[in-house]
């Protein structure tokens, strides 16, 4: 307890005595202030001394308050502001400590301490308050009164009683003495209590702290209020169905519970559910009936329940089997894609000579663009199926496949079961789209959870971790869909059936605008045929320079944009209709975006036209090489792959072992770096198949001789100068053909994949096949067949002196996935794709 005067204390009163030296106790945790009465506890043995020693003589010591949290706080550790106390009882306890009662006198100063051993002494001033007698400091102290007032009422530790001590308190500064003794403030706030001489700035910080602890209790009494309200209305609530329960027991009427559980009951009787999953329906059904409706566990219970008995065990939709209707379906919504559409036409024939059919496990594969998601879509309707499609692009939990375990609070089944529930039909056509950008983490690798999933021989007992119970999708048409084949798991490769949808040629682009995006957009736009239509011409002319895709998107997005500005045009009444003509494409699109041809260009030295394998489909890759005065460096810029360096490599290599047939001399090599680059630097590119169009480049700059302009290559280099095979050859073709190259050059082991090439397109462009990097020079360079010419019969005279021949390795070409480490990075620029030369 405090008070206001104290007991009768040696030196106390309106100018109370204080020596010049005082013994220093230092506290910790705790600061008296004048005429507050404090409780202490001593252990320390030299401060037990301290207090014998004070006892005998003023009983008046210097009470300084410890900086931090120090065990046993020394003179440097303390502050230099605390408060002479007086010493008005002492207990000596059992266990050699003691309990002291200190009153506090005044504000003292710390000088200079004058003894350290065997405890601190100190030579001290006392310091006067600034009182200020005015009309604002008598407002403060009001202000700071009320202000308790209310904490007092909020705070469950203070008592009553000690409001009314306060306010028999009339000086300002010992009303915040008293007030700061008893509120719960830091040590440090306390400290700058202490420490604050004038009373006006004593009262402001006072105000502060009191508005600070009141708005934390005002919280915690607003919490501990919602708590009690709700565990209030739970009991009522409780109560009340208690009551109904008994009222409706003596009327003879079913409770809402037991109705619930009768219509679960008859739910799983009318599901078909196998055995395994009715036991376990049934037994957690059991369990819910002995719950309590407001226990937790009810609502998961109940949801799981809904789950089992909403599933359809055994609803199937029922396939047509007609061929001829299928396909006349395929047709009406896709051009050309004969592969896959006779792929689904063979299922069907199948299904229809064998009823339990498994269902296939299909993959298409093929750049941005070409109706891979579409189809799958065109798929369902043609079977008479139900479609789902999600999105795996970007998924990272294995629980967004196989569910979670019902302990986990809001646990839902995985997306396979989710989507087989939305489709009401244990038979859909179930599109896994963007299988190859699947990610993993650590929360597990969805792709592991895909094994089962699209594996024929285990998907009939799918098990989901939400469900615990097999569900069945053997029946389920599985189609999955991928820009490359590349990222994707060897494993869950190996389950699915691919087929390549490849980049389309003009002539198949310029048949689906006009078949299908030019009537889809003017549908959109609330057009007619009569207000809009298109020239051939113009179509043609917007797939040239206005588009450079191996799918049809920026060609159905550029005939929006003209569709659009029409509508404008025709809803502002400035024009009825309008048919759009090729030289009215730059009034609606803007200028050229792309250069068609590039025969327009002149024969240059150091420049090779090579083709390129991307993800949205193939590009004509131009490869420069210059001839610049150093040390016989190689050079190699554009963000090239490892295997492409190496191809640079080796290409320079083979220049040099045949630059003396060529007249270069002997010292060149020494004298000069060669430097080769390929455009578009922010894209990265890899792969072994730009190896002779390298070659080219560099012998053309060595040699100072031009390369044909109208010339594309594609083939790997080996150092002896043979030519070896490469993959995407269509699309790399496609490409050369968009961009008007006229001649070919292609690895001989190539030449069997022509047959997949349109017939328009190779009646268009000459195909040299090569097995020697000499056969490429000859076409390649202007004036190379004599140079080349010569290189054969030194190569022919060299190859019959041998002895032994030596047997030549012959390179398999069929069909390959390529490994992952040949992939291209995604660059920082944002692009969709990037250029990576097929090997």
């Not at 506290?27 to 252990?43: C, G, M, S």
């Not at 309590?292 to 008995?309: H, K, M, S």
């Not at 460096?633 to 191809?647: F, H, R």
Request: proline share 5%.
């Amino acid at each position: 307890m405090s008070n206001n005067g104290g007991p009768n204390v040696p030196g106390l009163g309106m100018e109370p005595y204080i020596p010049p030296e005082l013994p220093v106790l230092p506290l910790r945790d705790t600061v008296i202030y004048p005429h507050i009465i404090v409780p202490l506890l001593i252990i320390r043995e030299d401060l037990i001394r301290m207090i014998d020693d004070v006892l005998t003589t003023n009983r008046m010591v210097a009470a300084v308050a410890s900086k931090g949290d120090v065990e046993e706080p020394g003179p440097d550790d303390l502050y230099q502001i605390g408060t002479a106390a007086a010493i008005i009882r002492m207990l000596k306890i059992p266990d050699g400590t003691m309990q002291l009662f200190v009153q506090g006198v005044q504000r003292i100063r710390i000088k200079e301490y004058v003894q350290r051993e065997p405890y601190a002494k100190a030579r001290v001033e006392p310091i006067k308050e600034i009182i200020e007698g005015t009309v604002e400091m008598e407002a403060l102290a009001r202000n700071v009164l009320s202000q308790f007032k209310n904490m007092v009422s909020l705070a469950p530790y203070l008592p009553n009683e000690i409001v009314i001590a306060a306010m028999n308190i009339n000086e300002p500064n010992n009303l915040a003495d008293f007030i700061a003794a008893n509120i719960n403030i830091s040590m440090e706030e306390k400290q700058q209590l202490l420490e604050a001489i004038s009373v006006k700035e004593r009262l402001e910080k006072l105000t502060v702290y009191l508005n600070k602890e009141i708005e934390i209790l005002e919280i915690g009494s607003k919490i501990q209020s919602e708590i009690q309200t709700e565990m209030s209305k739970s009991q009522r609530e409780y109560f009340l169905r208690e009551q109904m329960r008994a009222i409706q027991k003596e009327l003879g009427e079913v409770d809402e519970k037991t109705m619930e559980i009768n219509e679960f009951r008859e739910k799983i009787e009318k599901s078909g559910m196998p055995e395994e999953a009715r036991k376990e329906a049934e037994r957690e059904l059991d369990r819910l009936a002995k719950m309590p409706v407001a226990a937790a566990e009810y609502t998961v219970a109940r949801t799981y329940l809904e789950w089992l008995t909403s599933l359809p065990w055994q609803v199937s939709t029922e396939d047509k089997l007609d061929i001829e209707a299928a396909r006349k379906v395929l047709d009406e919504d896709h051009y050309d894609l004969d592969k896959v559409k006779d792929r689904i036409l063979e299922y069907l024939a199948v299904r229809k000579l064998k009823e339990d059919m498994k269902g296939p496990i299909l993959c298409f594969v093929g750049p941005p663009g070409v109706g891979k998601t579409s189809l799958g879509q065109s798929i369902a309707r043609a079977l008479g199926r139900k479609f789902v499609r999600i999105s795996l692009g970007g998924m990272h939990d294995e629980a967004e496949i196989r569910g979670h375990r019902r302990t986990y609070i809001g646990a839902l089944p995985g997306r396979i079961i989710q989507g087989i529930r939305k489709a009401e039909s244990n038979n859909p056509v179930f599109m896994l789209d963007e299988v190859d950008k699947i990610g993993m983490d650590f929360r597990g690798d969805p792709a592991a959870a895909l094994l089962e999933v699209l594996d024929p021989e285990q998907n009939f007992s799918f098990s989901d971790h939400y469900l615990d119970v097999p569900f069945d999708l053997s029946k389920v048409m599985f189609i999955t869909t991928a820009n490359t084949v590349v990222p994707i798991p060897p494993a869950l490769f190996d389950r699915m059936e691919v087929l390549e949808l490849p980049g389309y040629t003009e002539v198949e682009k310029l048949k689906i605008a006009q078949q299908f995006l030019v009537p889809r957009q003017l549908e959109a736009h609330g057009l007619k045929k009569s207000q809009l239509s298109f020239s051939e011409e113009a179509l043609r002319a917007i797939i040239r320079n206005y588009t450079r895709e191996a799918g049809v998107r920026n060609l159905e997005r550029e005939i929006a944009t003209i569709c659009r500005k029409v509508a404008k045009d025709i809803a502002s009444g400035t024009r009825k209709s309008k048919k759009v003509q090729e030289r009215d494409l730059h009034g609606f699109l803007g200028p050229i975006k792309f250069r068609f041809e590039v025969a327009e260009e002149a024969d240059e030295i150091g420049v090779a036209t090579g083709l390129a394998w991307t993800e949205a489909g193939g590009d004509v890759l131009f490869v420069e090489a210059q001839v610049v005065p150093g040390e016989g460096k190689l050079i190699l810029t554009g963000k090239l792959g490892d295997v492409m360096q190496e191809s640079a490599q080796a290409a320079l290599t083979y220049c040099r072992s045949i630059s003396k047939e060529y007249g270069v001399e002997s010292d060149f090599f020494k004298k000069n770096d060669m430097h080769v680059h390929v455009p578009a630097g922010a894209i990265p590119k890899d792969g072994p198949s730009a190896g002779i169009t390298m070659t080219t480049a560099l012998l053309s700059a060595i040699t100072r001789k031009k390369i044909h302009k109208d010339v594309g290559m594609t083939g790997e280099i080996t150092l002896r100068g043979k030519v070896l095979p490469i993959g995407g050859l269509k699309e790399k073709v496609l490409a050369a053909h968009r961009a008007g190259i006229k001649t070919i050059i292609i690895p001989q082991d190539n030449e069997k994949d022509l047959e997949e090439i349109p017939d328009f397109i190779r009646k268009d462009l000459k195909f040299v096949p090569v097995k020697h990097i000499n056969q490429v020079l000859e076409v390649a360079l202007v004036d190379g067949r004599r140079r080349a010419a010569a290189s054969r019969e030194s190569a022919s005279e060299e190859s019959s002196a041998k002895l032994i021949p030596r047997k030549r390795s012959i390179r398999k070409t069929q069909l390959k996935r390529p490994s992952a480490g040949k992939a291209a990075k995604n660059t920082a620029t944002g692009k969709p794709a990037s250029k990576k030369t097929s090997g």
